[in-house]
């Protein structure tokens, strides 16, 4: 048994860091959107056989138990008691260590693969293997614009007027030639104690929601203080797009990657800019915000 499956890019459109838990973890308020760009994984399951091997097309990743698919496959196997191989081959579009959650969405494909491939309509069990996998991990489950609370694990789905609202939306991807680590920004933000207000987050939210409030307007990052300090480059680029251009954009998750909220018409101007100030290493993409679900798997809902 074999399955093809799509394992898409996240950006976070707004993100509140609003603070520390008891548990170690950062509460926040994130407004989510999947795109129509990421990743795609190949799963293949041999009875008879037992163990687990991935193989990925970018050489930088591990390859074992590091690899936050690797370990999605072993807590499946193990929560459902089953003695089999799983062979995953991850085929690599998402950049590392951008902030576009390219392992939490491989872990979330995994999970979903697995399940569909052995028939295992569990929806809660899921959700709890992908929360022990990453506070990103739960939102990729159903991938479409959502809004998440807590560590990551709370989930909110947009009314449909919200989301027709986001659907389709073109933007661009870009990012420079290095990655920021997840935990120095979370750690850096701990440090300067520099958290959002959560009641205000909401307030913000809630506007948008009632379209009192602009998707431009609601643009929001609390890592762009924290980062900009050490890496200037980023908001000195985001800047230089909001004065030339005149178009929305801003950095996703704790960077590098940022997109810009653009039609064809802005965006040879903004891959003119990323040229200009990042280099030909510069990682620039189109795309757009999209519902993306498992095909194969009708009625399958996790």
Same mark, same amino acid.
């Given at each position: 048994?074999?399955?093809?499956?799509?394992?898409?890019?996240?950006?976070?459109?707004?993100?509140?860091?609003?603070?520390?838990?008891?548990?170690?973890?950062?509460?926040?308020?994130?407004?989510?959107?999947?795109?129509?760009?990421?990743?795609?994984?190949?799963?293949?399951?041999?009875?008879?056989?037992?163990?687990?091997?991935?193989?990925?097309?970018?050489?930088?990743?591990?390859?074992?138990?590091?690899?936050?698919?690797?370990?999605?496959?072993?807590?499946?196997?193990?929560?459902?008691?089953?003695?089999?191989?799983?062979?995953?081959?991850?085929?690599?579009?998402?950049?590392?260590?951008?902030?576009?959650?390219?392992?939490?969405?491989?872990?979330?494909?995994?999970?979903?693969?697995?399940?569909?491939?052995?028939?295992?309509?569990?929806?809660?069990?899921?959700?709890?293997?992908?929360?022990?996998?990453?506070?990103?991990?739960?939102?990729?489950?159903?991938?479409?614009?959502?809004?998440?609370?807590?560590?990551?694990?709370?989930?909110?789905?947009?009314?449909?007027?919200?989301?027709?609202?986001?659907?389709?939306?073109?933007?661009?991807?870009?990012?420079?030639?290095? $990655?920021? #680590?997840? !935990?120095?920004?979370?750690?850096?933000? +701990?440090? &300067?104690?520099?958290?959002?207000? %959560?009641? @205000? *987050?909401?307030?913000?939210?809630?506007?948008?929601?009632?379209?009192?409030?602009?998707?431009?307007?609601?643009?929001?990052?609390?890592?762009?203080?924290?980062?900009?300090?050490?890496?200037?480059?980023?908001?000195?680029?985001?800047?230089?797009?909001?004065?030339?251009? $005149?178009? #929305?954009? !801003?950095?996703?998750?704790?960077?590098? +990657?940022? &997109?810009?909220?653009?039609?064809? %018409?802005? @965006? *040879?101007?903004?891959?003119?800019?990323?040229?200009?100030?990042?280099?030909?290493?510069?990682?620039?993409?189109?795309?757009?915000?999209?519902?993306?679900?498992?095909?194969?798997?009708?009625?399958?809902?996790?």
């Amino acid at each position: 048994m074999e399955i093809e499956i799509s394992s898409p890019a996240k950006i976070n459109l707004m993100l509140a860091v609003t603070g520390l838990r008891d548990d170690g973890f950062h509460s926040l308020t994130s407004l989510v959107a999947p795109l129509s760009f990421g990743d795609t994984i190949f799963i293949r399951v041999k009875a008879g056989k037992t163990g687990i091997s991935l193989e990925t097309s970018d050489p930088i990743l591990p390859e074992d138990d590091r690899n936050i698919a690797w370990r999605a496959a072993d807590l499946f196997l193990k929560r459902f008691g089953l003695d089999t191989r799983v062979e995953i081959r991850i085929e690599k579009n998402i950049p590392i260590g951008a902030g576009l959650g390219g392992g939490s969405s491989n872990a979330a494909a995994v999970l979903k693969g697995l399940a569909t491939l052995f028939e295992i309509q569990d929806g809660p069990a899921l959700r709890d293997l992908a929360e022990k996998l990453g506070s990103d991990c739960p939102l990729f489950l159903n991938p479409e614009p959502l809004i998440m609370r807590g560590r990551g694990e709370e989930i909110e789905r947009l009314d449909d007027a919200a989301k027709q609202s986001l659907a389709g939306e073109s933007l661009v991807l870009f990012k420079p030639a290095f $990655g920021i #680590s997840t !935990l120095w920004a979370y750690q850096s933000l +701990a440090r &300067f104690g520099e958290y959002a207000e %959560a009641s @205000e *987050a909401e307030k913000r939210l809630s506007a948008w929601k009632k379209g009192a409030l602009s998707l431009s307007e609601l643009l929001f990052n609390s890592f762009d203080s924290v980062v900009g300090r050490k890496y200037p480059s980023i908001p000195l680029m985001l800047e230089s797009i909001r004065q030339k251009t $005149g178009v #929305s954009c !801003l950095m996703s998750g704790s960077g590098s +990657a940022c &997109f810009a909220l653009c039609n064809q %018409a802005n @965006e *040879a101007g903004i891959r003119g800019l990323v040229a200009e100030y990042w280099g030909a290493s510069a990682f620039f993409r189109s795309t757009r915000i999209a519902d993306i679900g498992l095909t194969r798997t009708n009625g399958l809902s996790f």
